[in-house]
């Protein structure tokens, strides 16, 4: 009798129970400076499709569900930061992940009730209706597909109102959390935000400018591009305006500039002194700019702990203002990654 060998994923999955209370709020990289969400509350069934730095991602959600939204993505959170703080606890984990409802609203700052238990299980519907389909984090001509939640088991009280959950996380995310570079924490304030673009441009400002004393700067065409928001361009632009009025978002401060007749968002960590100001202004499009995917992962072994996206903006500045001619772009990135990750001072995530 002939058989063949069994996936590694065939074995039966250890049940992890998300217990941990008031602990940090971890979000991962990959998902804060591109479009995986919807940003609205209302069903978008309409596909995400994001093309750009040597990435692709297309997310889907059919009715009458539609495609999980910044809201849903707060359980993800939790379920990732319960996994995390399990593993720095020196516990084992497991993907499937079984939780009571009442411990994520909490943790959630939410109000306890039938309404919030209704509106968790449309959460968790949503979120295993999606499916997205990147190249993120995969080897060369590789593509990965997933829903973001694989396996859903709900167990109901008397009323017939959701009240423990048992999910199973797909390899990708689970995957990210147990690599602590791919991982930051938010501010505890987070989930009080209250608009969906205020949440999404938090999240990417988290990433890009993290605790940069110098803050950073993008033209708010560049920020429509990467929320993958449905909104008009215009429309995105006044909200971003609007939010940038207050002059902060949760610990950053935020301020519209204008450079060269372009309109541009500046975000700097509280409390860092303001320096020269880096502007992520997308250059020229040349053709040796198209990194390959497998040349990002290569770069963040040689400088751990570096935001590589930003080491390849100050590369492609670098190459253009000196005129440099490239033969092999991939192998030239990697070397300006090892020069970079040879100085002192790490630059700030």
């Not at 079984?98 to 979120?127: C, M, N, P, V, W």
């Amino acid at each position: 009798m002939a058989l063949r060998k069994p996936p590694p994923q065939d074995g039966q999955l250890e049940l992890f129970s998300a217990v941990f209370t008031d602990i940090v709020t971890r979000d991962i990289q990959d998902a804060m400076e591109v479009p995986f969400l919807s940003l609205s509350k209302k069903p978008r069934v309409a596909p995400i499709i994001y093309s750009g730095k040597g990435i692709e991602i297309t997310v889907t959600g059919g009715a009458p569900y539609g495609i999980a939204n910044i809201w849903d993505w707060d359980l993800i959170m939790w379920l990732l930061s319960q996994v995390r703080e399990a593993i720095d606890k020196g516990q084992a984990v497991s993907r499937q992940v079984r939780f009571h409802r009442h411990a994520f609203l909490k943790s959630a700052r939410r109000d306890a009730g039938g309404i919030q238990y209704k509106r968790l299980e449309d959460t968790i519907a949503r979120l295993k209706n999606t499916n997205v389909v990147t190249t993120i984090r995969s080897s060369e001509r590789q593509t990965v597909m997933f829903s973001w939640l694989e396996y859903v088991h709900i167990d109901r009280d008397d009323h017939g109102r959701l009240r423990d959950v048992t999910v199973v996380l797909p390899e990708w995310l689970f995957e990210a959390v147990r690599d602590r570079s791919l991982i930051l924490s938010l501010h505890p304030d987070y989930f009080l935000l209250t608009g969906g673009i205020e949440r999404w441009l938090y999240r990417f400002i988290r990433k890009q400018a993290g605790n940069s004393a110098q803050g950073w700067k993008w033209r708010l065409e560049t920020l429509y591009e990467r929320s993958g928001s449905s909104q008009r361009p215009s429309d995105f632009a006044t909200a971003i305006r609007d939010i940038a009025k207050h002059g902060k978002l949760l610990d950053y401060e935020l301020q519209i500039q204008k450079t060269n007749s372009q309109e541009l968002l500046f975000a700097r960590k509280e409390g860092t002194s303001a320096k020269a100001i880096p502007e992520t202004i997308p250059l020229p499009q040349a053709q040796f700019l198209c990194l390959k995917t497998t040349t990002y992962e290569k770069a963040k072994k040689i400088a751990p702990g570096y935001d590589i996206y930003s080491l390849e903006d100050d590369w492609r500045q670098m190459t253009k203002k000196n005129d440099i001619v490239l033969k092999d772009p991939d192998a030239a990135f990697l070397a300006w990654c090892r020069k970079v990750a040879q100085k002192p001072v790490r630059v700030a995530r």
